[in-house]
T-cell receptor, first 114, second 115 residues
Framework: AQKVTQAQTEISVVEKEDVTLDCVYETRDTTYYLFWYKQPPSGELVFLIRRNSFDEQNEISGRYSWNFQKSTSSFNFTITASQVVDSAVYFCALSGRGTYKYIFGTGTRLKVLA | EAQVTQNPRYLITVTGKKLTVTCSQNMNHEYMSWYRQDPGLGLRQIYYSMNVEVTDKGDVPEGYKVSRKEKRNFPLILESPSPNQTSLYFC??????????????FGQGTRLTVV
């Protein structure tokens, strides 16, 4: 069975601190895809990144970076120098190749305090 | 602009009164699905559709119906809503271009309250 675990329910940091959101997944598929979405207070779901299981390179996009480690089945998300606008709920998701099904974690609420 | 459009954004209804939430996408995606989001539970899939006239149950299908008569539209129907269906609903579409799962594109969400 496929499963995504986001153990951190809520995290609070002070602006400019770095913060890492954890994501641990379970799957028997050899080919799969991992995603991160952001849900700001306005409620929409904003796509952040997709990573396939064959690409373990870390990715950096501005203040955002992602660390994918197959050995620990983790796909962690780090925000460097956090800002108030980063306050949101962040979801990690998993999809097996060709399945069309996305398994979501329960989300981590990030509060960045000014 | 590529988008998934849901309507309405907000809806308050009474128990037992049939309602439909519409969803339309303009990306020619084969795959569409409905999710509900509840506190502490994340997003759970209600129904999905692989293509026109092809639908199947997700993880929490009870009390819901869907149809896929056209590729772009995937309405969610609550025949007899109950208070436990109060939730935030999202429609999503995606494609399997070249065997690669694309990201799911989500609508803006429909906040439904059943009293």
């Amino acid at each position: 069975a496929q499963k995504v675990t986001q153990a951190q329910t809520e995290i609070s940091v002070v602006e400019k601190e770095d913060v890492t959101l954890d994501c641990v997944y379970e799957t028997r598929d050899t080919t799969y895809y991992l995603f991160w979405y952001k849900q700001p207070p306005s409620g929409e779901l904003v796509f952040l990144i997709r990573r396939n299981s064959f690409d373990e390179q870390n990715e950096i996009s501005g203040r955002y970076s992602w660390n994918f480690q197959k050995s620990t089945s983790s796909f962690n998300f780090t925000i460097t120098a956090s800002q108030v606008v980063d306050s949101a709920v962040y979801f990690c998701a998993l999809s097996g190749r060709g399945t069309y099904k996305y398994i979501f974690g329960t989300g981590t609420r990030l509060k960045v305090l000014a | 602009e590529a988008q998934v459009t849901q309507n309405p954004r907000y809806l308050i209804t009474v128990t037992g009164k049939k309602l439909t939430v519409t969803c339309s996408q303009n990306m020619n995606h084969e795959y569409m699905s409905w999710y509900r989001q509840d506190p502490g539970l994340g997003l759970r899939q209600i129904y999905y559709s692989m293509n026109v006239e092809v639908t199947d149950k997700g993880d929490v299908p009870e009390g819901y119906k869907v149809s896929r008569k056209e590729k772009r539209n995937f309405p969610l129907i609550l025949e007899s809503p109950s208070p436990n269906q109060t939730s935030l609903y999202f429609c999503a579409s995606s494609s399997l271009g070249g065997g690669v799962n694309t990201e799911a594109f989500f609508g803006q969400g429909t906040r439904l309250t059943v009293v």
